[in-house]
Structures are given as structure tokens and as C-alpha cells.
């Protein structure tokens, strides 16, 4: 039985409860087609395309672009997206991620743009006929963002791209790229503008598929004097960084829910099994070393869930920064949800490491949580930084 009592928390209104069995009861029509063939990012790829088409039918991805037809767009609801990720991590990694990735790539648009480009990227995304990507990585800028070195250089009324990305999600299945490119008006990172690039421009390339150990579709791209409008232009020049991280601040808790979703399904199929399975004539669950383990394991996942939806409501009732929240929220979530995962691991025996157990599927899953929209280092430093700077006043 997934535990839902945290729906009553004072963080979540009605609308979120509603949202939270609307999500689950789809995922659970949908099962069989929620997990992808587990080889190559390709095959996770046309799992996703799948995903994105019939979310979009259904009206769920206006909870992660702000609104079902885009020019008319709302403020993202931090919570909304929240539970979307949890349940949809909790029934498969790849819903989650189609999920999360229209709503990441259009984020930039959503916050910065002008009426005119949420008008024209927007609708296509929320109702699922189009695939969105935020494309800000390079070889050389990974958790270092002041090193990006992609170019844009101005070339008439518009810019001309050039460079490479990587790691970038949904590369070669995205209609639209979010890139950021160094447009010069300061040194480092203050010294970034933001572009939105459609896959077919003369000039743009896919160059390489990356294979993950949960595959995801993701690759790296090329940008080769790829031409771009005025009108293509994300708020002003030289804004890309506050954009980037502007958009990471919403989304960060958003990877946090993720994990919880991850943890929760963990946590519950190891209460099965542990009930279940018979050892020196008892049930795994009565020796106390496991009660130990499933105790802990419910620990780390309540506490993650209260720094996600403390987040979360922060940034939709208080509508401040949440940098120091939700760096909070994304090194609990992920972190904790790494250990209890290895819990159930545990608590499974060798049926924990064989191929296609789901211990095993949420071992590999969770692992790049940790890593991406800033690795936990990364979050540390955000929230010594504020710690610091409040401290200091
Ligand atoms: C599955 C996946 C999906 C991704 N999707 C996207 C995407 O859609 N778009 C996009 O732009 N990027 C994406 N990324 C890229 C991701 O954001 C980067 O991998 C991440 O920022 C880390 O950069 P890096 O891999 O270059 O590692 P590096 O920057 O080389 O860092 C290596 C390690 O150093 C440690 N570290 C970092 N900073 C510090 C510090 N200050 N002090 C001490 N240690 C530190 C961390 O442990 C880190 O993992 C994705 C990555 C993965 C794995």
C-alpha cells in the first residue's frame, strides 16, 4: 500500500491531491507501456516519444509547461510538478523523465519569453506533439557553467551558433533545444544569452548517442554556423546564466520528487518481499536487523518528502528564491534515496542484482540523479553560500 498520508500535509491544497490520483491512476492504465527496452538510449527513445504523445493526450503536460495551450501561460506550480515526478518515478523512470524533460526544456520559454515565443514553442509541447531539450552542458562545462565556450555571434538581425553540447537529454528525438552560447558581454558566466534552436536548422546535428546504465535518450549535439532569428533571443543578451538558474531553482526540487518516487517504490517492494520471503523459519520482516533497515528506510523517505514539498510551497506561496531550499530538497532526496534503494537491494539477496528485478531497474536509476542540475557538491555550496550570506546580515 503506497503511503499517501503526506497528500494532508499544510504544503498541498486539494488541487494537489486531485493531481496526485489523476497521475497514478494514468500510470497505472499504462503500465505496459511505461518501461522501455532496457539496452540503448535509442530503444529508450522511441519508449519516450511514445510517453510525451500520450501525455499529451491526456492533458498532463500542461502541469510542466504551465498551461495547456502555452501563450495563455501560468506560473509553474513547483508542487504540482513535484507530485507529477514522484508518482511517475514510482511507476517508471522513463514516464518520469519524458515528463520532466517538456517541462525543463520549455522552462526557459515559459519564464523569459515573450508572449509571442510562448505562443509559438509552447502549445506543441504541452499537448505532446513536440519534444523539448535544455541544452546548457559542454565536454568542458559540466558543473562549471562559466566555461561554456559554444559561441553566438551576431550576423545581421539574428545570431550564428557555434559549438558543441553534451549530455543533453532528448538529442535526437527534440523538436527544440534551449541553448545557452556565450555571447560575450562580460567574462565567465555573466557573459551567456539563451537561444531557442528547432532541430531542423541548417547547420544543427546530433552527433552522438550516449549510452547510460538506465538508458534515457540523450546525446550530444553540434552547432555548425546554425542561424538563428532576433526572435529567438530568451530575454535579454548576456542574461543566460540568471535564466539557466532561474530555471534549475524551480526544477531542482522537481529531481528531489524524482528520487522520493524512486525511494517510495523501493521502500514498498522491499516491505513486500521482506513479508513475503521465509529465512530460519520466520518472515524476513520479523528479525529486527531488517525492522532496523525498513525503519531507517521510511525515515530517510518522510524526511525527504517534507524538504521537497517545504520547497516546493516556498517557491508557490512565498514566491522567493528557493536556492537554499531546493538545493536542500535535491541532496536529501537523491542522496537518501541512493541508500535506501540499496536497502531493498539488500533485503532482496541476489534477486537484487539479477537483470530486470526492480531493486536492481531503481539501482541504476537513481544513480544520475545525484549528478545532474548540479551534483550534490554543487548543492552543498549553494547552501553554505546562503548559509554565509545570511549569517553575514
Ligand atoms: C543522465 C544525465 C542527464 C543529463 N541531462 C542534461 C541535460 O538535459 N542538459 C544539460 O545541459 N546537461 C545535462 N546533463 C549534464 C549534467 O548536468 C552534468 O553531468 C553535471 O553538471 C556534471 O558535469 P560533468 O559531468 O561535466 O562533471 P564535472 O563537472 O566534471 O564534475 C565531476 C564531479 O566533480 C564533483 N564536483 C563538482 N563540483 C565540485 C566542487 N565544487 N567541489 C568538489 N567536487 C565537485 C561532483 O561529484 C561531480 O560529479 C546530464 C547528465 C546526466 C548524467
Not at 248 to 271: I, K
Request: proline share 3%; hydrophobic share 50%; charged share 20%.
Amino acid at each position: 500500500m503506497v503511503d499517501r498520508t503526506f497528500l494532508s500535509w499544510p504544503f498541498l491544497e486539494g488541487k494537489h491531491a486531485a493531481l496526485y490520483e489523476r497521475v497514478d491512476a494514468w500510470a497505472s492504465a499504462h503500465a505496459s507501456i511505461l518501461h522501455g527496452p532496457d539496452e540503448s538510449s535509442a530503444a529508450a527513445a522511441a519508449v519516450v516519444r511514445r510517453l510525451v504523445g500520450e501525455m499529451g493526450s491526456e492533458g498532463l503536460l500542461a502541469t510542466a509547461t504551465g498551461g495547456a495551450n502555452g501563450a495563455l501561460h501560468g506560473p509553474l506550480d513547483a508542487r504540482s510538478l513535484c507530485i507529477c515526478r514522484e508518482v511517475l518515478a514510482r511507476h517508471g523512470g522513463l514516464a518520469d523523465f519524458a515528463f520532466a524533460m517538456q517541462g525543463l526544456g520549455t522552462g526557459p520559454i515559459g519564464l523569459f519569453g515573450t508572449d509571442e515565443q510562448k505562443g509559438r514553442f509552447l502549445p506543441a509541447v504541452a499537448q505532446g506533439k513536440a519534444i523539448s531539450a535544455f541544452a546548457l552542458s559542454e565536454q568542458a562545462a559540466g558543473s562549471d557553467v562559466s566555461a561554456l565556450a559554444t559561441s553566438a555571434t551576431r550576423d545581421g538581425n539574428g545570431w550564428r551558433l557555434d559549438g558543441e553540447k553534451t549530455w543533453i537529454s532528448n538529442a535526437g528525438i527534440a523538436d527544440l533545444y534551449v541553448v545557452f552560447a556565450r555571447t560575450g558581454e562580460a567574462a565567465g558566466a555573466k557573459g551567456l544569452s539563451a537561444f531557442v534552436v528547432e532541430a531542423t536548422a541548417p547547420g544543427f546535428s546530433v552527433t552522438k548517442t550516449i549510452d547510460l546504465i538506465a538508458p534515457h535518450p540523450i546525446g550530444k549535439l553540434a552547432f555548425d554556423g546554425v542561424r538563428v532569428g532576433a526572435a529567438d533571443l530568451l530575454g535579454a543578451p548576456g542574461q543566460g546564466f540568471q535564466i539557466a538558474m532561474a530555471t534549475l531553482d524551480v526544477f531542482r526540487s522537481t529531481v528531489g520528487a524524482a528520487a522520493l518516487g524512486f525511494a517510495r517504490r523501493a521502500l514498498d517492494e522491499a516491505v513486500r518481499h521482506a513479508t513475503n520471503r521465509k529465512l530460519f523459519g520466520q518472515p524476513l520482516s520479523d528479525l529486527q536487523l531488517t525492522r532496523a533497515k525498513l525503519a531507517d528506510m521510511a525515515l530517510a523517505v518522510d524526511a525527504a518528502a517534507l524538504l521537497i514539498y517545504r520547497a516546493a510551497w516556498t517557491k508557490d506561496v512565498k514566491g522567493a528564491r528557493v536556492s537554499r531550499e531546493s538545493s536542500m530538497a535535491k541532496l536529501f532526496a537523491t542522496e537518501e534515496a541512493q541508500k535506501v534503494i540499496d536497502s531493498a537491494v539488500q533485503i532482496f539477496g541476489g534477486l537484487g542484482v539479477t537483470r530486470g528485478n526492480i531493486a536492481e531497474s531503481l539501482y541504476r536509476e537513481i544513480r544520475a540523479l545525484r549528478i545532474y542540475e548540479g551534483a550534490s557538491e554543487v548543492q552543498k555550496l549553494v547552501i553554505a553560500t546562503r548559509l554565509l550570506a545570511d549569517a553575514a546580515t
